[in-house]
């Protein structure tokens, strides 16, 4: 079983749509839980932080935590062309001093015009 | 704040020499590197983690003396890949997560180094 898994996509939206990314672990102790937005060519950039159960708000993105499934999801309001890119989630598997991220494969989100 | 930069973005070398690839946390004091790999399509791939001031920790598979690693400072990681060959070539990143709370959970990652070899 993969750590941390990811539908690779391509997920496909109309613009101003909402897009729904979705992510499962594997590791019942992790504690941080992070999505990163990568375009092609770029290194990935931090979108949200997500610690506790429930939702998360920041702008047009919702993050939602469910330890008890080992969900994590990523919700994009009114989808913009510039939201094409592919969404890495990553775990911190075991918190402590111990920060290192494991990440999924990414979904590639396709954002039409 | 969280700024991470890496020098150079882009280098081309022949096969035998060796890299240097400099990471730097420009706002705030980075207790830990980590050092990644990205091959076309595919996903991050861990390295080596690194504390300031003590020996890197490599990932299983990866050759600690093919990729030298330190961490002199608080701000600064270097990673030289020595005698790099073709299947070296790749997108080399770093990331740096700092020593306060409010950068202490989150790695935040640098622009990246495209290294081709010929």
């Known amino acids: 079983q993969k750590e941390v898994e990811q539908n690779s996509g391509p997920l496909s939206v109309p613009e101003g749509a909402i897009a729904s990314l979705n992510c499962t672990y594997s590791?019942?102790?992790?504690?941080?839980f992070f999505w990163y937005r990568q375009y092609s060519g770029k290194s990935p950039e931090l979108i949200m932080s997500i610690y506790s159960n429930g939702d998360k708000e920041d702008g047009r993105f919702t993050a939602q935590l469910n330890k008890a499934s080992q969900y994590v999801s990523l919700l994009i309001r009114d989808s913009q062309p510039s939201d094409s890119a592919t969404y890495l989630c990553?775990?911190?598997?075991?918190?402590?001093?111990?920060?290192?991220?494991?990440f999924g494969k990414g979904t590639l989100l396709t954002v039409n015009p | 704040g969280a700024v991470v930069s890496q020098h150079p973005s882009r280098v081309i070398c022949k096969s035998g020499t060796s890299v240097k690839i400099e990471c730097r946390s420009l706002d705030f004091q980075a207790t830990t590197m980590f050092w990644y790999r990205q091959f076309p399509k595919q996903s991050l791939m861990l390295m080596a983690t690194?504390?300031?001031?003590?020996?890197?920790?490599?990932e299983q598979g990866v050759e600690k003396d093919k990729f030298l690693i330190n961490h002199a400072s608080l701000t600064l990681s270097t990673l030289t890949v020595t005698s790099a060959h073709p299947e070296d070539s790749s997108f080399y990143i770093c990331s740096a997560r700092g020593h306060v709370p409010a950068y202490q959970e989150t790695q935040y990652f640098g622009p990246g180094t495209r290294l081709l070899v010929l």
């Open positions: 690194s504390n300031e001031g003590s020996k890197a920790t490599y």
């Open positions: 990553a775990v911190n598997r075991s918190g402590g001093s111990n920060y290192k991220l494991t």
């Open positions: 590791d019942r102790v992790s504690q941080s």
